[in-house]
């Protein structure tokens, strides 16, 4: 807990930075300005599809409850994507600046040793984003379950953080030995920090600089424990 603790400490006091708030901000900016659009363009259409979705209340007087239903569970599903393609933005094109600001300033000693960490990035992002994009459709009927909203987001979104970000956090300086130990040596802490970082993404206003604040969380943990599994070996960092 002290790992994450230190982390969301060091993630905070980055933000403060111009160059790291400016790769927070624009990512969430893009992902709403792109689904924003698309959401006024099939808005009917989609109540539609939802409606369909929605099993029908026999109940004569309640119909308005079941188009609530369409209507929260059609801004569910665009709210995922929003925050899915945040997170695919800054996995991809800010983190890589966001990991090169970190590790000049805190970890400048820390060799890179990764090799093709981009495409090695690209590719786990896009898998993490299809797995994810198929889980929220299972889940979002369950949603009107009472009290699922407030669990099963939660949960499938601390999935998603530490599966993106505990691979692209590290791709760049790990070699493959070393993010395999790490990735197993670390499960659990880098769970707690997904969990951590997807209930940020559920409060108001932060939610915007939740991916960033996500990645940044991951860099520090990552390259913390790089640092410290490489001087008990005593390989030189």
Known sequence: MMEVFAAFTKSLRDLTRAEVLWQAIWPPLVALALWGTVAVAVWGHGVALMARIVPGLPWSGWEWVGHWATVFLLLAAFASLVY????????????????????????????????????????????????FVLGC????????????????????????NQRTFSFDALAEHATRTEMQRLMREKRSVFYVAGLGTAAAAHVPLANLLAPALTALVFVHLGLAALRRQRQEQGIEL
């Open 137 to 160: 459709l299972v889940i979002l009927p369950l949603l009107l379950i009472p009290g699922a909203l407030l669990v099963l987001p939660l949960l499938w979104g601390a999935w998603l």
């Open 84 to 131: 899915l393609t945040a997170v695919f933005l800054v996995a991809v094109f800010a983190l890589p600046r966001l990991l090169s600001l970190v590790a000049v300033r805190d970890y400048p000693d820390l060799v890179a040793h990764g090799e093709n960490a981009f495409l090695g990035s690209l590719a786990n992002t896009l898998s993490a984003g299809a797995i």
